[in-house]
Each structure stands twice: as C-alpha cells, then as structure tokens.
C-alpha cells in the first residue's frame, strides 16, 4: 500500500500563486508515476499533472501549461505542483495519485493510490 497526503491548498487571489505538496509513504518503490487531478463542484476529476518516479517525463494539459509545473523530491518522497498565474477557475479541490506500473497517465482510472484531496480558491 501506499498512502498519499496533500498539503498546501488555500484561498489566493486571481494572479497568485500556491505551491501543493504530497508526501508519499509506505510502499514507494512500487511507484512508476505520480499525478494531480482537480476536481471542481458538479464536474469530473480531470487531469492537471504527471511526472514519473524518476524525476522526467512531465505533462499538462492545455488549461494549465506555462502556468503549473510539477516536480519532485526523491529525498523526501514528495511531489509538488507550483501553480501560478492562477485563475477563478482552477478553483477544486486537488487530489495527488501514484500508479504502480507504466502506461497511460491521464485518466483517473490509470491510478491505483489517491490522497484525501486538499481545496484550493482563487477569487477574483
């Protein structure tokens, strides 16, 4: 098993920034890539950002490219996601995830471990 815990959500004002953490425990090793999805009221979880266990191999969606960036510390086995320039609509709630193997990296469906999510609001 693995356990994921978010950390940094927040109320921000249109063009701020936050930075969201997720420390990763238990049994890493088995980790191949770790995401961030966002969910808003009444709309599905979609994507927002990936990067594999190693360090590389880093994607984003259209809506938050040149805004967020993802990255990690082996050290501490924690990922990050900068997020600036933020906007009224990034406001969900962010969840962080790990899958254990390779392959497709989008969908929620693609991960086998999810942390209980943490809020982020941006007001205008």
């Known amino acids: 098993q693995v356990q994921l815990v978010e950390s940094g959500g927040g109320l921000v004002q249109a063009g701020g920034s936050l930075r969201l953490s997720c420390a990763a425990s238990?049994?890493?090793?088995?980790?191949?890539?770790m995401g961030w999805f966002r969910q808003a009221p009444g709309k599905e979880r979609e994507f927002v950002a990936t990067?594999?266990?190693?360090?590389?191999?880093?994607y984003y969606p259209d809506s938050v490219k040149g805004r967020f960036t993802i990255s990690r510390d082996n050290n501490k086995n924690t990922v990050y996601l900068q997020m600036n320039s933020l906007k009224p609509e990034d406001t969900a709630v962010y969840y962080c995830a790990a899958r254990r193997g390779s392959g497709s990296y989008s969908y929620t469906l693609d991960y086998d471990y999810w942390g209980q999510g943490t809020q982020v609001t941006v007001s205008s």
């Open positions: 990067i594999s266990w190693s360090g590389g191999g880093t």
């Open positions: 238990g049994r890493t090793f088995s980790i191949w890539r």
